[in-house]
């Protein structure tokens, strides 16, 4: 069986163990960048749909008053037998309460993009991640008795930094 960085059971050396911190800080690095930009795609999705309810809202009432208006006031003119004045009026009145519900729905969307605080968080989980690595001081290690000359034989190194798990 073998680690990710030679077999197990070896002894890592300080060179290998920086490399390795700085390629998992790397990763680490790029890891949360990618979270910045899932959580801000999605920011401005939400923002987009807001915008476009907007929009809607303003083409239905822009389009649909001359055409719906006339449709609705002789419609209701022939169901009541009401002046025509104000059968315009009630089919005014539908108009703008359809586009006041897609006026609604957009502000509902806008919330939702406001509120959505993803690369702030992702940002002070950054800071939070890097305030910690700086403070890291590294684990005390037992003082071992000098090696005899016989183990330095056995290919030992006498400056080897004992591991901290086994």
């Known amino acids: 069986m073998s680690a990710p960085d030679g077999p197990v059971g070896t002894e890592r050396s300080l060179g290998q ?4 911190a700085s390629k998992e800080m790397s990763e680490l690095v790029h890891d949360e960048i990618a979270l910045v930009k899932a959580q801000l795609t999605q920011d401005v999705k939400r923002g987009a ?3 476009a309810a907007f929009i809607a809202a303003i083409a239905v009432l822009i389009f ?6 006339f449709a609705l006031a002789y419609g209701i003119r ?4 009401w002046n025509l004045a104000i059968c315009f009026v009630l089919s005014f009145a539908a108009n703008v309460l359809v586009a006041g ?7 509902i ?3 939702k993009a406001a509120k959505g605080k993803g690369p702030q968080k992702a ?11 700086q403070n890291v001081k590294p684990h005390p290690r037992p003082v071992t008795p000098a090696k005899s000359a016989l183990e330095l034989e056995k290919g030992e190194r006498a ?8």
Do not use: C, Q
């Open 78 to 81: 022939t169901w009541s037998g």
């Open 17 to 20: 163990l920086v490399s390795a």
């Open 159 to 166: 400056d080897a930094v004992a591991r901290s798990t086994p």
């Open 64 to 69: 649909s008053l001359p055409m719906l208006s």
């Open 101 to 107: 519900v897609l006026a609604w729905i957009g502000v």
């Open 123 to 133: 940002a002070a989980a950054a800071k939070e991640t890097a305030a910690v690595l």
């Open 109 to 111: 969307f806008a919330k």
């Open 49 to 51: 749909i807001g915008s």
